[in-house]
């Protein structure tokens, strides 16, 4: 099996590894770059390699994570639906779905190895801004200034739901990179629509099951029934939004892959989680 040689994020034209080589033998020619698109690799022969734009796509889905976590968590938005009247909605469920998206381009454009670096640099993210925030919040605050207490309602976080929070995240990211990187080996990198929405569907219900429950069951205020119904609710909403977005992650998988000069495949892949080597 011949590796491919990466220049600047492009790839020469090289033998393709043999899962391109299967698939291959129902079309005419070979995709490769420079004749009908990238060159189709296993995710070993691109280890330690450099892409273009990897590194901004790492920042996008961190900062999407930080904020969703920030601006959108602590904030109960209504929404008026027809023959229901007013819904509840948690708002960060507007923004954070865009990490789920952003997981599976990279998944599918860059391999499950790359994908897990971006997922432990969130999770790494995500425990540093918590520690931030107790202790910026626990400070005492200078007599002149009032607002110590519209401080610790924005960035006051219950230890209980940050652990929830947290390892949802970390489990449901995994599993959604995971099922995803599985699906293109068995599809032969045929129907992406399916893997995007397959994986989130997998990914987001465990990312629910694990919160919610972790989060509220037994809490002031929410009963089992109120737990399950906002469960199944943001799952629900959740997939919803990744099949809304196919045409971007379409859009966007397309751009990156010409770009990049590769669609990698996770053959003979690691998918252990507790690695970040690439």
């Known amino acids: 099996m011949c590796s491919i040689q990466l220049s600047y994020g492009r790839a020469r034209r ?13 079309h ?3 995709m490769i770059e420079g004749a009908q698109g990238p060159a189709q690799v296993a995710a070993r022969d691109v280890s330690g390699g450099h892409f273009r734009y990897y590194d901004f796509i ?12 920030v601006l959108g968590a602590g904030k109960v938005a209504q929404v008026w639906l027809p023959g229901i009247g007013f819904w509840p909605f948690g708002a960060g469920i507007l923004f954070f779905p865009l990490s789920y998206v952003i997981g599976d381009v990279l998944t ?9 670096r971006v997922i432990w640099a969130g999770t790494g993210a995500v425990l540093f801004m918590a520690f ?3 202790v910026v919040v626990m400070l005492p605050p200078a007599p002149s200034w009032g607002n110590q207490g519209a401080y610790e309602t924005i960035f006051g976080q219950v230890p209980r739901i940050v652990l929830a929070s947290v390892c949802a995240f970390w489990a449901g990211e995994f599993v959604n990179s995971y099922v995803l990187a599985r699906m293109k080996l068995w599809t032969q990198g045929r ?6 929405i397959g994986s989130t569907f997998a990914g987001q219900a465990i990312d629910s099951l694990i919160f919610y429950p972790l989060a509220f069951l037994g809490a002031v205020g929410w009963t089992t029934e109120l737990v399950l119904q906002v469960l199944f ?7 919803g939004w990744e099949v809304l977005l196919t045409p971007a992650t379409y859009a966007i998988v397309g751009f990156l892959k010409r770009r990049e000069g590769v669609d990698v495949y996770d053959e ?11």
């Open 14 to 26: 090289l033998p393709l590894p043999r899962i391109a080589r299967q698939r291959n033998r129902h």
């Open 28 to 30: 005419k020619h070979a």
């Open 58 to 69: 790492m920042a996008a889905f961190v900062a999407i994570l930080l904020l969703s976590n």
């Open 108 to 116: 599918e454009v860059y391999g499950y190895a790359r994908a897990r």
């Open 132 to 134: 931030m925030s107790w």
């Open 191 to 196: 129907m992406l629509w399916a893997r995007t």
């Open 233 to 239: 609710t943001q799952w629900a909403l959740k997939v």
């Open 268 to 278: 003979g892949t690691d998918f252990t989680p507790f690695a970040t080597r690439v």
